[in-house]
């Protein structure tokens, strides 16, 4: 069976500092990757994937993720938080054929002035 | 284009009572699933759809019934409500097959059980 852990319920930063939200997966079979973000009363839309393509993913709105299978881990970056960035973010794995996930417990991310 | 659409977007029921949730999705994907989501717990699936008319069981599908008669449509019905199924829901869609797959998710419907 797969999982994802998520280190720290929150996350804070200040405007312009760089973001680290981190994630390690746990999997018997090759693991696709994914990150979600959820803004306030809103469903999750996809911020980026890991498809085996490449090891460093550019996603959406200048976050990225580098996929290390040594460390078996998924962290998502951005070098400068902006105040639009506050929003909880989850890292989802799929190892099955019918893209079912398996959400982390989510990082509330704080952005302050 | 609405995407995914999902109805009512809160409702308040008393234990045993009975509901429905309607998840409805304008893009002709093939697979849906249903999560709920709790504090501190992240989401969950449910349930899921691989294509019309079949459904299969997710992590935590106890207390839930689903149908799928129509390719664009995924019902979420609990037949007798608990306190512990309030939470939020969410539907979600994808058109691919295989683990790679983007699901697009609705804005969730929030239930309360008294």
């Known amino acids: 069976a797969q999982s994802v852990t998520q280190l720290g319920s929150h996350v804070s930063v200040s405007e312009g500092a760089l973001v680290l939200l981190r994630c390690n997966y746990s999997?018997?079979?090759?693991?696709?990757l994914f990150w979600y973000v959820q803004y306030p009363n809103q469903g999750l839309q996809l911020l980026l994937k890991?498809?085996?393509?490449?090891?460093l993913v550019k996603g959406i709105n200048g976050f990225e993720a580098e996929f290390k299978k040594s460390e078996t881990s998924f962290h998502l970056t951005k070098p400068s938080a902006h105040m639009s960035d506050a929003a909880e973010y989850f890292c989802?794995?799929?190892?099955?054929?019918?893209?079912?996930?398996?959400f982390g417990k989510g990082t509330m991310l704080l952005v302050s002035p | 284009n609405a995407g995914v659409t999902q109805t009512p977007k809160f409702r308040v029921l008393k234990t045993g009572q009975s509901m429905t949730l309607l998840c409805a999705q304008d893009?002709?994907?093939?697979?849906m699933y249903w999560y709920r989501q709790d504090p501190g717990m992240g989401l969950r699936l449910i349930h899921y759809?691989?294509?019309?008319?079949?459904?299969a069981k997710g992590e935590v599908p106890d207390g839930y019934n689903v149908s799928r008669l129509k390719k664009q449509n995924f019902l979420l019905g609990l037949e007798s409500a608990a306190p512990s199924q309030t939470s939020v829901y969410f539907c979600?869609?994808?058109?691919?097959?295989?683990?790679?797959?983007?699901?697009?998710f609705g804005p969730g419907t929030r239930l309360l059980v008294l």
């Open positions: 979600a869609s994808t058109q691919s097959g295989g683990p790679t797959g983007t699901q697009y």
């Open positions: 999997s018997s079979v090759p693991p696709y």
């Open positions: 890991y498809t085996s393509a490449a090891t």
């Open positions: 989802a794995v799929s190892v099955s054929g019918y893209s079912t996930l398996t």
């Open positions: 893009m002709n994907h093939e697979y």
């Open positions: 759809s691989v294509g019309e008319g079949t459904t």
